[in-house]
Antibody
């Protein structure tokens, strides 16, 4: 059973880069059986898809965030990461990493990590 | 503004059935079989309830069912229970340009 855990700073200054890591257990991040993604949720609001990555390393991003976001995999640590540059207060949200056995759906989620953008 | 449109709220009494809609376009919901539904209780991570329009992950009660007609997908919860009170989100594959999109969410209240 897949288990995911987000980690990273809870406070980021405006214009700096947000960096989060998702550690996966219960399955290999390099397996062709899985599909990985990042989703965020601003306080009191709905879910927003940030981007996804396949075992092959192919990535897909939300068009509205594409110029600022990078998702990558570190197979040696069974982790995948999110970097978002030039953050503003609008990037303040609960960030979830998620994975699944079928494309475009996420059967396993991390607990979420709150990232606040503030000086 | 979310790409997929859901009603902000829905409600029903215990034992009743309630249906939540998720309206998109032919470029997302109507064009692919990849519609998912998630349940989120306050302070918790979302939980996958339906994937590929009609499929239920192991462990999800068969009281939850999904369907699609044209550009609108639906989640039906039958035999409502108090524990079903939560926010529900739909999502869909949206092609190579937008890839994945979520609905704005529906708050389900069990009266």
């Amino acid at each position: 059973q897949l288990q995911l855990q987000e980690s990273g700073p809870g406070l980021v200054k405006p214009s700096e880069t947000l960096s989060l890591t998702c550690t996966v257990s219960g399955g290999s991040i390099s397996s062709s059986s899985y599909y990985w993604g990042w989703i965020r949720q601003p306080p009191g609001k709905g879910l927003e898809w940030i981007g996804s990555i396949y075992y092959s390393g192919t990535t897909y991003y939300n068009p509205s965030l594409k110029t600022r976001v990078t998702i990558s995999v570190d197979a040696s640590r069974n982790q995948f990461s999110l970097k978002s540059s030039s953050v503003t207060a609008a990037d303040t949200a609960l960030y979830y990493c998620a994975g699944g056995e079928t494309a475009y759906s996420y059967g396993a989620w991390g607990q979420g990590t709150l990232v606040t953008v503030s000086s | 503004q979310s790409a997929l449109t859901q009603p902000p709220s829905a409600s029903g009494s215990p034992g009743q059935s309630v249906t939540i809609s998720c309206t998109g376009t032919s470029s997302d919901v109507g064009g692919y079989k990849y519609v998912s539904w998630y349940q989120q209780h306050p302070g918790k991570a979302p939980k996958l309830m339906i994937y590929e329009v009609i499929k239920r992950p192991s462990g999800v009660p068969d009281r939850f069912s999904g369907s699609k007609s044209g550009n609108t997908a639906s989640l039906t919860v039958s035999g409502l229970q108090a524990e079903d009170e939560a926010d529900y989100y739909c999502s869909s594959y949206a092609g190579s340009s937008n890839f994945e999109v979520f609905g704005g969410g529906t708050k389900l209240t069990v009266l």
